[in-house]
Each structure stands twice: as structure tokens, then as C-alpha cells.
């Protein structure tokens, strides 16, 4: 007898976890909307929007500004692969899962790589980085600006500035931090950054904006060497992405068009309020954590607006807890990464999934299924809450 399949139907969910993040209805209709070529005039007129929609969020005039066809990693190793030849020293922040990652893909692209290491939970300090640079001369510094394991914000202005009187470039990971709290990538003189499109964008995964500006582009102009991955290769990906639309690959057509609608979004929205938005239901969301009793991993001070880890009370089953809140609610929450597994929730506030709706649902459940548990609350999560909202 033949096996018979069913209609997909995964159910509604609440994606609270550190990406994807919820689509807005506009991106499914976006999605559905009828396929064309890679080459079509029409799908070349949503290339060049997609382009300018890209730079209005990053913040850049540069002009290599464009998704790479593939997820946020693959920006990480894009911009590595080119930016990096072998023999060439290269420094890299670690102070999370997604930082010993960038030091782990520029090793293996022939990078010399100098780890300078710091605590989990602890952004890096401009004397840190001054005083890694005073004994190594390297080509290219790598920091996190939103540590999605740890939920640190990196403050980059001083360490950019820093580095490059070190005649260093500055490579970004802006996965978990674009489109949820400012990143100035011509203000604060980056020299090269890169994202993922589902998780503050809010656009399904599978595509890797990056954007690198002219010192970085002459980098790569005159390396000694190829670039060890041709599908990464960016001297000749900008060729299909920039005026010529020279054939390079056949582009996911659709996830482009869901990355245009989400970026018209954000646009429509604006980028203050849309950080204001953020900042407002992280607050909310902090005030009741507090109200309950839990603890956050990172200090207040260092903590980004769109992902925190919020530690277990001892005794309880961290691991349990989400799959309670999964089964029983439709919301889900991260687990813990490398120092955090087993220990922590990571709770996303990213993109469409950062709203008012989403943080009272998920204190009233996490509140619901910790008592089930039999863990005392000492106050009202939903309350506290409530009145950051009202004030």
C-alpha cells in the first residue's frame, strides 16, 4: 500500500525565541505572489527597492548593500571569505556562542585568528580590544553586536574607532541586532556587516543581507588570492546585484520579495519607532521578570532589547518548561546555547514578534506553568507589566 501525505499544518505559534521571529500578514501575500525570473525586468525593479530598502535600515550609503542567498551564517561567511586570505592575522571578540563561531570560519579560511575571550554575559571594553591590538597586528577585528546566545549589546563606536587607529577593518554581526535597535553603519565608521533576515526584520530565514563600504570593497579588490568559495565570492555576486545583472545564481525570487515587504515595513513604521517599540516592550517584558522573581543572565545595563536569556529558578526543569509552554500555549521560547544550555529561556522580543500581545501572553504562561510546577511567584508578572504599558 502507498504511504499517503498530508496537508501541511504546523499550527499556530507564538515565536518568542531567539528566530524566526512572527511574519506580518503582508509577507505571506508577498510570498504567494506570483513567481518570476531571476532576470525578469520586474523581478530587477524588486532587486534595486530591495537594495535601497537595505541601506535605509543599515544606514549606509554603501553601495554594496545586498542579500546573500542563504542564511545569516552564510553572511558571517561571506564577508569572512572575502575580507580574509591566508597567513593574515585576524582578531576575533568571543564572548558567545556566535563569536567563537566567526573565530571557528575564519581559522578555516586561512585566518591566524587571536582570540580575545571574555565572560558570557559581559559585553568587551574599548581598553580590552586596545590592549589585544597592542600585541598583534591584524587585518580584520570581528565583534557581535547582539550576542543571540547571551543577549549582550556590544557598544561598538569606541572599539571601531580604536581599531581602525590600528589600521584594522571592523566586521559586524548584526544578525540578532538590525532593525531592533540602531546600528549606524556610516556614523560609526563600520567597515563591514552582515544580518539574517528572520529574526528583527522579520522576514522568513534563508537570506543574508550584508552591506561592506569602500575600504572594505578595495580589500577584497586586491587580495593576492581568489576568494575560496565561488558561490560567496563577491566580486562577482555584486555583478548580478549591481547594474550589469550579470547571471551569478538563480535567486530565491520569493524570500525576496517577502525581504522587500518586510523592509517596506519597517520603512512605513520608521526606524525610531521601530527601535522605540523594541525598547518599550523589552521594559515591559523586564518589569515582569522582576515582578516575578526570575533573573536575567545579563546585567541590565549590557542587555539588548531583542533577546534575553532569563535564568531557571534551581529545581526547575528549564527544558520542561518550554515544551509546556509549547503544547500547552502555542509560545516558543530558546533554550540555552554552550554556558546556557540546560540553564536559561531565551526570550525574543524580534521583529513582529515584539508587541504588547505577545509579552503579557507569555508572562501570564510562563507564570501559569511555573506554579504548575510548583515554584512561587512573588508577584504578578502580567501586572507589572501592565502598568509600564500604561505609564
Not at 209 to 221: F, S
Request: charged residues 20%.
Amino acid at each position: 500500500m502507498s504511504k499517503t501525505y498530508g496537508t501541511l499544518n504546523p499550527g499556530k505559534r507564538v515565536l518568542m525565541g531567539p528566530g524566526p521571529s512572527d511574519l506580518h500578514p503582508r509577507i505571506y501575500q508577498a510570498m504567494a505572489a506570483p513567481l518570476v525570473g531571476h532576470l525578469d525586468p520586474y523581478f530587477i525593479q524588486i532587486m534595486d527597492e530591495t537594495k535601497a530598502l537595505l541601506r535605509y535600515v543599515f544606514q549606509t550609503d554603501n553601495d554594496l548593500t545586498f542579500p546573500i542567498s542563504a542564511t545569516g551564517s552564510a553572511g558571517m561567511e561571506t564577508c569572512l571569505c572575502n575580507l580574509i586570505e591566508p597567513g593574515d592575522e585576524v582578531l576575533i571578540c568571543v564572548g558567545g556562542f556566535f563569536g567563537d563561531r566567526m573565530a571557528q570560519m575564519a581559522e578555516r579560511h586561512g585566518g591566524k585568528v587571536v582570540r580575545l575571550e571574555n565572560k558570557w554575559g559581559r559585553p568587551f571594553t574599548p581598553d580590552q580590544v586596545q590592549e589585544a591590538l597592542a600585541g598583534c597586528r591584524p587585518k580584520l577585528v570581528g565583534l557581535v553586536h547582539g550576542e543571540t546566545s547571551t543577549g549582550v549589546l556590544q557598544p561598538l563606536e569606541d572599539i571601531v574607532r580604536i581599531v581602525h587607529e590600528h589600521d584594522a577593518l571592523v566586521l559586524v554581526d548584526a544578525v540578532a541586532s538590525l532593525g531592533g535597535t540602531p546600528v549606524k553603519i556610516d556614523e560609526w565608521d563600520i567597515d563591514a556587516c552582515y544580518t539574517g533576515s528572520q529574526k528583527c526584520l522579520s522576514a522568513p530565514p534563508g537570506l543574508a543581507p550584508i552591506t561592506l563600504n569602500d575600504r572594505a570593497v578595495t580589500a577584497i579588490e586586491h587580495r593576492k588570492s581568489p576568494v575560496n568559495s565561488w558561490y560567496l565570492d563577491l566580486t562577482l555576486v555584486k555583478k548580478y546585484w549591481g547594474e550589469e545583472h550579470l547571471y551569478h545564481h538563480t535567486a530565491p525570487v520569493n524570500l525576496i520579495y517577502a525581504l522587500r515587504e518586510a523592509l517596506v515595513l519597517i520603512h512605513e513604521e520608521g526606524l525610531e519607532n521601530c527601535f522605540a517599540r523594541h525598547a518599550l516592550n523589552y521594559r515591559a517584558l523586564k518589569a515582569g521578570i522582576d515582578a516575578m522573581g526570575l533573573k536575567f543572565f545579563v546585567e541590565e545595563a549590557h542587555r539588548a532589547p531583542m533577546i534575553n536569556p532569563v535564568l531557571a529558578p534551581e529545581g526547575i526543569d528549564e527544558a520542561g518548561i518550554r515544551g509546556r509552554l509549547l503544547n500547552e500555549y502555542g509560545i516558543e521560547l530558546g533554550g540555552g546555547l554552550g554556558a546556557l544550555k540546560g540553564k536559561a529561556w531565551r526570550i525574543g522580543l524580534m521583529g513582529q514578534s515584539s508587541n504588547k500581545d505577545h509579552v503579557m501572553l507569555c508572562l501570564s504562561a510562563l507564570e501559569q506553568t511555573l506554579l504548575a510546577e510548583g515554584h512561587t511567584i512573588k508577584a504578578s508578572g502580567v501586572t507589572a507589566a501592565s502598568e509600564v504599558y500604561s505609564n
